[in-house]
């Protein structure tokens, strides 16, 4: 197993910054997500640490080692890209065994491997068919497999699922994990789909436009996002962020949203932060945190309702006061054009400020 410590990564194409002063250490067998839209620069952070692309500053280290000068070849990593690039005039267990081969792995250790992965990825029973005649999906699903049996220290993929379909990703997804798991590989998956990052990484690398925003945990990034960026990236659908201003009632300091309604009032994590709070604000919270009651304090027209399975989404209101609550289909839903009354938990409210989108306070 190995750390990356990148430290003040940054690589600039001309005039143009693709990655701005990274600082991100990956710990030794541990699942990192770089997550963010198309040109965030996840893509060039893999290059960089793969050997492909050379940093215009900063370094990066595996363990204590810095390996800026050392070529691809000698970094000890396997890399699976979008466009799987497998040897199509070969035969699934020759692309298999390709790099073990290239190692000088002995024939039963190298059958063996082959083998156990084969096993592993569901292509035992293909082993010995051409790769020319098989779909997307088992071509990725070799893909991942000839870089993972040579067992290398470090993982990447980058976004290796993004060409194959629905169901089969679903698939993968947890194929990716348990070979994680099995071969306690330090892993770096880029991808700018939220819930592959949710699901399969142990912690987060939120990124845009060069920068890395946040790194945590799943579920820390989902419940304390640090800015409204983040906070509308992450989630299905993303973060409600209202525009409202901090009022004054008998019972505490609220958020007034014009004509949504007034908040609960609010519960930050100090007296300090209460009285610190600019007078306008954004005001956060998840989908999910919205509560159908006929006593709330908040309100808006259902204009649309998407049913997804168990649970719908309804959309109400529109543009900068449009809300969107993910309910449960087992509970009698609105129809379109009914006002809903709601509320939500102030321990579960987000606010932001407006001109940085900066998160600001905090629930208990």
């Known amino acids: 197993m190995t750390q990356i410590a990148l430290s003040n990564l940054g690589k600039k194409f001309g005039a143009f910054t693709a990655l701005a002063q990274m600082n991100l250490t990956i710990g030794d067998g541990e699942f990192v997500a770089l997550l963010g839209p198309s040109g965030c620069g996840k893509s060039t952070t893999m290059n960089m640490i793969a050997g492909m692309v050379a940093p215009t500053e900063g370094d990066i280290r595996f363990d204590d080692r810095s390996i800026l000068n050392v070529p691809m070849s000698r970094r000890g990593v396997g890399f699976v890209f979008q466009n799987y690039a497998i040897f199509t005039h070969m035969s699934v267990r020759d692309n298999l065994s390709y790099g073990l081969r290239a190692q000088g792995v002995s024939t039963p250790e190298r059958n063996r491997r082959v083998s156990a992965m084969a096993d592993l990825l569901q292509l035992t029973p293909m082993l010995d068919r051409q790769a020319a005649g098989l779909s997307v999906n088992i071509l990725q699903r070799l893909a991942i497999g000839r870089s993972a049996v040579v067992e290398p220290a470090i993982f990447l993929l980058d976004e290796p699922l993004s060409n194959v379909d629905a169901a089969f990703r679903s698939v993968m997804r947890s194929e990716l994990k348990e070979l994680q798991r099995q071969f306690s590989q330090t892993m770096v998956y880029v991808t700018h789909d939220q819930l592959e990052a949710m699901t399969m990484a142990d912690r987060?690398?939120?990124?845009d436009h060069?920068?890395?925003l946040q790194v945590g945990t799943p579920l820390e990034i989902y419940n304390n996002p640090q800015d409204i960026f983040v906070a509308r990236f992450i989630g299905s659908p993303g973060m409600n962020i209202l525009e409202g201003r901090i009022a004054q009632s008998d019972k505490g300091k609220l958020v007034d949203l014009a004509v949504i309604g007034r908040s609960a009032p609010l519960i930050l994590s100090g007296r300090a932060a209460i009285e610190d709070l600019p007078e306008k604000i954004l005001f956060g919270?998840?989908?999910e945190q919205v509560n159908p009651d006929p006593n709330g304090t908040l309100a808006l027209p259902v204009n649309f309702v998407e049913r997804i399975g168990a649970r719908s989404i309804l959309h109400l209101g529109a543009d900068s006061m449009g809300v969107k609550a993910v309910l449960d289909n087992?509970?009698?839903?609105?129809?379109?054009?009914?006002?809903?009354r709601f509320s939500i938990d102030p321990k579960k409210v987000r606010l932001f400020d407006p001109v940085s989108g900066n998160a600001v306070g905090g629930a208990d």
């Open 285 to 287: 919270f998840r989908p």
């Open 330 to 340: 087992q509970i009698t839903l609105p129809n379109i054009g009914d006002i809903l």
């Open 204 to 207: 987060i690398a939120v990124m």
């Open 210 to 212: 060069g920068k890395l």
